[in-house]
């Protein structure tokens, strides 16, 4: 049966979304780099939970020193404000450029194959060394006995039996899936359309605070139930509250792409940002000792989730005008750190554990230990990445295939953007511009494209 070539349009313009020039895709190399760094920080995040004078409630670790820093307490909270909500507006911010640039069906297959199958994979390969390495940490601390973990009839702590049984760390992977794959379902159903007239642009009086304005919904979300922020919610379950916390963060970031003029007129307050985050970190330790203590009143609630905004929101505002700013295209090192990050990630938490538990009896202070556990954690974690998974089955299934050098005259001109957690690969060529899962429906020539 034929079908007429306005029909074959529209079927194409459903998938493929409108194509954007390709070499626009180079100017977010900083980025790109600033999303690694957010995942990288989880590093930092996690080699503090051991040395912390308080401790996040539900997080089970193996380890606590008997001599904690409150350093490591600023490190923890300051990190665990920010590093999300960065993350999920620039992953927001590439998701929709990968959708207009190569359709929702490739966004979605894209995030399945990049994060809900290896999500899947980790569960039964990574997590059971991580769990092993949390009983070896109980054990050696007498929170538990091995005969009480593996007995059905022998009772264990109500702390080890309601938090240890879950996804850990890789729960981002989880609600990454969920979010994006969401994002992509309601894109593919409701796509751009080529002759859609401009988004009305906001008026604001201030354009400085546009962080102060966005920072109210994320408010509501938290005084509502600070649990995405106070609390680890280690469980299969998918959190509806953590979910809408962070889809906020994604959701902006997308809006951000589709208004990327106006949005990048509001990023030019820099360290007037940074500083006022500042403000906004002192506010958030000073009404977070209640909430960590479980009296939190509902004031108190209030200025917390208002603190917890404010330096999530300015925050990005402030570290994306720098980083765009300084780093206006792609770099060979931001697209390493971009690939590594993913497996930085995934790789990180039995190696802080294992770190923990290898200083926990050093003759050295918390802080040292610190550094020392952040410093084992990277180097084996990025050298592994380099000898073990860059060029192998590994890579291939977490970043796409890399190419050594010298093993071909030149590598395909990309920019990666979005092809993991922290990259996506957007082809550089005029005629790569169509996904090949529509290509079979595209006319073959560029004479072609134009008369369609």
Known sequence: MQTSPELQNRRVSRRAGPAQPATESTRYGGLDALRALAVMGGVLLHACVAYMPSRMPDLLWPVHDAHPTVVCHLIFWWLHCLRLPVFFVISGFFAEMMCQSRGADVFLKNRIQRIAIPYHILLVTLMPLTLAIWIGGLWLNDRVTLEAFFSFSKPVAAEIRNHFFGPGHLWFLADLTIISVTFGLIRREFPARPDAPPAALFRLRWPALAPVYLAGPSLMLLWGNTSPFVVHNNTFVPDTARLAYYGLYFFAGVVAFRRKEQAFELLKYPFTHLSLSLVAVIAMFATLPDALAGRATLLNRLFLSASVALVAWLSVFGLMAIFLNQWKSDRPAFRYLADASY??????????????????????????????????TLSVAVMSYQT???????????????????????????????????????????????PAIVHAEMPTSRSDRKAA
Request: aromatic share 8%.
């Open 343 to 376: 497996w930085v990630y995934i790789i990180h938490l039995p190696l802080v554990g294992m770190s923990h538990i290898a200083l926990q009896q050093a003759p050295i202070g918390a802080f040292t230990k610190f550094l020392l556990t952040a410093l084992i």
């Open 388 to 434: 073990c998974v860059r060029y192998t089955f590994i890579g291939r299934a977490l970043n796409g295939p890399r190419t050594r050098k010298g093993e071909a005259a030149r590598e395909p001109a990309v920019a990666r953007h979005a092809d993991h957690p922290v990259a996506i690969e957007l082809p550089a060529p005029d005629d790569a511009l169509v």
